[in-house]
């Protein structure tokens, strides 16, 4: 049926009171029974009706843990605190009841009053909650338990000296101050005065001025004297002294942390922390209204006549104030700390140090308080990351993110700004991300950058950004640490696209195989025979254009005309820097052309490294192609012209032909093994990294290190590299020079035979002529002269032999022999010439093919067998303190003795 | 079923009181269950605890006195 609720609060009301006002006893008269009841009932109604709202605030949790503190301070049942909290979450679990707080409050304080009524266990619960916060105070207890006695102070400590200044000390671990130890310490024992209970100032005054204090600001009784320091009025006594300590510390806390709000330097992660540190302030300053609230209801409760102003009954005390405030000076502690470690921090720094708060301090106020401070203070942070890893930019007015630009960069082209624009600082990582995030962060950005000022493809960035950004907050890790992933994964795959489509990448590096490492023979070879008479000349002699024309010649009439246009646009004929007395073939060197933003895997260093290479090459394939235009004289010569010249110098001939045979077959192996072995395996070694690179994905940084592995290995392994001190470079061009002299001796040789032959030939023909003439024979006097040879001109000669004579002026004799004695010295010399080098050209190979039996590389030491197949060359291991001359002596005395023990050292090196 | 729903209601009643019951004990309030449900019913009807509180232990205060009042006057 339907009640009012009055109607049911009244019913209630009576029934309660019967329950609680035993009925009437038995030797009491009816009257004094009845009212009794009446009384009772006039003082509940009175009671209700005046105060219909709590004057606390309704929050169950606070009504639960004041509930359980009590239980908790009552230490000799420690199992009801255990026990109360399974009760109170069984409660809260109840649907049924809607004032959960109001039942618990009142229970609470119905105990609160059954366990008052001047019980000396209250008492001695109140001092334990004094004992507990401060140490060293046993011997003080009877001054607090005065304090708490309720019916005033027996006595006043007097003369207390000047006010306490109550200093800000630097906390590293919040904990209770130690000034509080001292104060009552200085209690002055003696001069009792009887007092009436009441200080001066009031407890009632003091508690009015508090809130303004608590703000920091001053107040009649309590005056901030300066910046830090608050004035403690001298007359009070000393347990309100302590209280007042612990009530200044928020205070003064509040006023350098209000400070510090206010100022204005730092970073944006300065300011974030500011903000967030303000909103504490902010809630601190709630609690402040609410405790000011509470005790104006208090005071104006005041009942004069009851002791202490009778401010016990109201609630509200300087103690109680310590108490509710306590946690707030927990938290205000924790950011006083916080600030002053953040001074002259930014950036990933504070981040870090915020951080560590959050998870490696143990108490759990500190951490929750600092996870509740990251999330804000991590914004800045998680913009600037997201402007970073989606548009590529760099937003950070104060340096605080941890790439920096390089403040040294100059923008000359598409490497510098991969390798140089951008920095990774490492000390500004927060320790939120993993360094490896870190790293992969500052790729994209990097690659995002490049993309759109190397690559010039900003439209594919802008069009990535608007798809896929999204905002990054703190906290959320997982989704975080995919969303970077998927950027990496997007942002490396279209650099790579770039790479290989717009810009041809495989094509360009395939071109320079071609080009620069010779891959294209059959260009090659064509450049090198139409370029070969031309570079014989000086260098001085070279003119540029027709270097170019007998390349675009070579290029039309090889496959080399089927590549792009862009590529073949690339390629280019060019002189080197000349000195004096360099032949063409010195200063010749093709050049390939790579602009931006290729030239960031294939940079000005790859570049020289490919020049290098190719002078190499191309003085190889020089000498190859002499040797063997030589080679193919001396052959097709052997059937017709050298024949008939055999009895005089086809022992020469014989020699002369293995000496070539041998040459030829060296420069075939050296160019096979660097053509196939070298630059073949290195070239797969960089098409499979590059298709499917070790880290899993392609980034551009793999790129390049993989073209630079690739250079470096054919450096190394093409003999062109110091490896550990053997160069091999200047014993191959010393071959490489022995072999051109060689060839030019046969040359002259050949020369000289065919003028033998010549000679021979004219003197068959003027015996035919006399034959015919009817003279037979040759007159004396004519065979005389006729045994001159063209290539000594005699005093009835003209000039003709020697200019024509294709012979290098070093071979010509310097004595002006005539006759057949300079012919016989000539053929000597030439003999002579031969041997020499021969034995040279063997001993240095034998020295190269000692080196390179001992290189830790599988290659270079096949290099050495496959040269030395058939046995001919003894390998020798030189010693480097020897001298050589000494060594090639022994050589050549040793030589045929060695050549039979050699075979077996050969055989053992090979196994 | 309204029958059903009232029950469980009871029943939720029930437990809620026990459990209040069993604090009130912990915290040695002195209070039984019949004046702690009626002391319920008041506060969810809106009454202010603290004050119930009050009226509570004024009671309280004042059988104490008639007791001792009484004790007194008995024992003279």
């Not at chain 1, 959050?358 to 203070?377: C, K, M, P, Q, W």
């Not at chain 1, 290539?791 to 004799?813: C, H, Q, V």
Request: aromatic share 8%; glycine share 8%; charged share 25%.
């Amino acid at each position: 049926m339907p009640s009012t609720r009055e109607e049911r609060v009244d019913d209630a009301l009576q029934s309660l009171l019967e329950r609680l006002i035993p009925p009437q006893f038995e030797d009491e008269a009816e009257a004094l029974a009845d009212q009794r009841w009446d009384e009772a009932n006039e003082l509940a109604r009175d009671l209700i009706d005046r105060e219909p709202e709590a004057s606390i605030a309704d929050d169950v949790q606070h009504a639960a843990d004041s509930i359980k503190r009590r239980l908790l301070k009552d230490t000799r049942n420690p199992e009801r605190a255990a026990a109360f909290g399974g009760l109170y979450s069984r409660l809260l679990a109840q649907p049924v009841l809607g004032q959960k707080w109001g039942i618990l409050y009142f229970l609470d304080r119905v105990g609160e009053g059954e366990n008052d009524g001047g019980r000396v266990g209250r008492v001695e619960g109140g001092r334990r909650v004094q004992g507990s916060g401060d140490g060293g105070e046993g011997g003080q207890e009877e001054v607090f338990d005065e304090a708490f006695a309720r019916h005033g102070l027996p006595r006043v400590p007097q003369g207390l000296e000047s006010p306490r200044q109550v200093p800000l000390r630097e906390r590293a671990v919040p904990g209770r101050p130690k000034m509080q130890a001292q104060t009552p310490e200085v209690e002055v024992v003696g001069e009792q005065e009887p007092s009436s209970g009441k200080v001066e100032p009031s407890e009632a005054a003091l508690l009015r001025d508090l809130p303004f204090t608590l703000q920091g600001l001053s107040s009649t009784n309590l005056a901030f004297s300066d910046k830090s320091s608050l004035t403690l009025p001298t007359s009070l006594p000393v347990p309100l002294i302590a209280l007042l300590h612990a009530l200044a510390e928020p205070s003064l806390l509040y006023r350098s942390l209000s400070d510090f709000v206010e100022s204005s330097d730092g970073g944006l992660v300065g300011q974030s922390l500011r903000s967030a540190i303000g909103q504490e302030l902010r809630s601190y300053l709630g609690l402040v209204a609410t405790l000011e609230g509470q005790i104006r209801r208090a005071l104006a409760q005041l009942d004069e006549s009851l002791p202490r102003g009778g401010l016990g009954k109201a609630g509200v005390t300087l103690k109680r104030c310590v108490v509710w405030t306590r946690e707030a000076t927990l938290g205000l502690r924790l950011m006083s700390t916080i600030v002053e470690s953040a001074k002259g921090k930014k950036g990933g720094e504070l981040i870090s140090l915020i951080h560590n708060l959050a998870t490696s301090h143990g108490d759990t106020f500190v951490y929750v308080f600092a996870e509740r401070l990251l999330s804000n203070i991590t914004r800045p942070f998680y913009n600037m990351l997201r402007a970073w890893v989606y548009d590529g930019e760099l937003e950070d007015p104060y340096t605080e993110f941890f790439v920096s630009s390089n403040p040294d960069f100059e923008d000359s082209g598409a490497t510098s700004v991969w390798e140089h624009k951008y920095l990774l600082q490492e000390g500004m990582i927060p320790s939120i991300v993993t360094s490896d995030f870190a790293q992969r962060v500052y790729l994209i950005g990097k690659s995002l950058n490049f993309i759109r000022y190397g690559c010039h493809d900003g439209a594919w960035v802008e069009s990535y950004s608007k798809d896929t950004s999204r905002e990054l907050k703190y906290g959320d890790t997982a989704n975080l640490s995919q969303s970077i992933d998927e950027a990496y994964k997007t942002v490396m795959a279209r650099l790579i696209y770039l790479m290989e489509t717009k810009f041809a990448l495989a094509a360009h590096l395939s071109a320079l195989k071609k080009y620069l490492l010779l891959g294209q023979g059959d260009f090659i070879a064509l450049l090198m025979e139409s370029l070969a008479s031309n570079l014989d000349r000086p260098a001085n002699s070279q003119y540029r254009h027709t270097l170019t024309a007998q390349l675009e010649h070579a290029i039309r009439n090889s496959n080399a005309q089927f590549d792009s246009s862009d590529v073949l646009r690339r390629l280019d004929a060019r002189m080197l820097e000349l000195s004096h007395g360099e032949i063409g073939w010195d200063v010749f060197t093709l050049e390939y052309r790579i602009d931006s933003p290729l030239d960031v895997i294939v940079s000005p260093w790859a570049s020289k490294q490919y020049l290098k290479i190719f002078n190499f090459l191309w003085r190889v394939k020089r000498v190859e192609f002499a040797l063997s235009t030589t080679w193919r004289r001396v052959q097709t010569g052997a059937r017709g012209v050298l024949s008939a010249v055999g009895d005089k110098v086809g022992e020469d001939w014989k020699a002369a032909r293995l000496g070539l045979a041998g040459m030829v077959h060296f420069v075939n192996q050296l160019q096979y093994y660097i053509l196939f072995e070298v630059i073949e395996a290195s070239w797969e070694g960089l098409q499979k990294t590059i298709a499917s690179p070790a880290s899993g994905t392609v980034t551009l940084d793999t790129l390049i290190e993989a073209h630079t592995a690739y250079l470096r290995s054919i450096t190394r392994k093409g003999l062109l590299g110091g490896a550990g001190g053997v160069d091999f470079t200047a014993q191959l061009h010393e071959l490489l020079k022995l072999m051109l002299s060689y060839r030019d001796v046969v040359d002259g040789l050949y020369s000289f035979s065919v003028a033998e032959f010549t000679r021979r030939q004219e003197l068959a023909a003027k015996i035919e002529n006399r034959t015919r003439a009817g003279r037979w024979g040759v007159a004396e006097s004519e065979d005389l002269t006729m045994s001159e040879s063209p290539l000594f001109p005699g005093p009835n000669r003209g000039t003709k032999g020697g200019a024509d004579s294709p012979l290098p002026p070093l071979l010509l004799p310097l004595t002006t022999t005539t006759g057949a004695e300079g012919e016989k010295s000539m053929l000597d010399s030439l003999r002579q010439r031969l041997i020499s080098l021969e034995t040279d050209f063997k001993t240095r190979v034998n020295v190269l093919l000692g080196d390179l039996a001992y290189q830790p590389d599988v290659d270079m030491r096949f290099l050495g067998v496959v040269m030395n197949f058939n046995g001919v060359y003894a390998p020798v291991r030189r010693r480097r303190q020897q001298p050589q001359q000494q060594h090639h002596h022994h050589q050549q005395v040793a030589r045929s003795e060695r050549s039979a023990v050699g075979k077996e050292k050969v055989g053992e090196g090979k196994e | 079923m309204p029958a059903a729903a009232d029950d469980s209601k009871r029943k939720a009643a029930r437990e809620t009181i026990d459990i209040l019951h069993d604090i009130s004990i912990l915290l040695n309030t002195h209070l039984d269950r019949q004046p702690l449900s009626y002391c319920v019913s008041l506060i969810e009807n809106g009454v202010n605890p603290e004050a119930l509180a009050k009226v509570v232990m004024e009671l309280r205060a004042q059988n104490e006195r008639y007791e001792a009042e009484r004790a007194g006057t008995v024992a003279r």
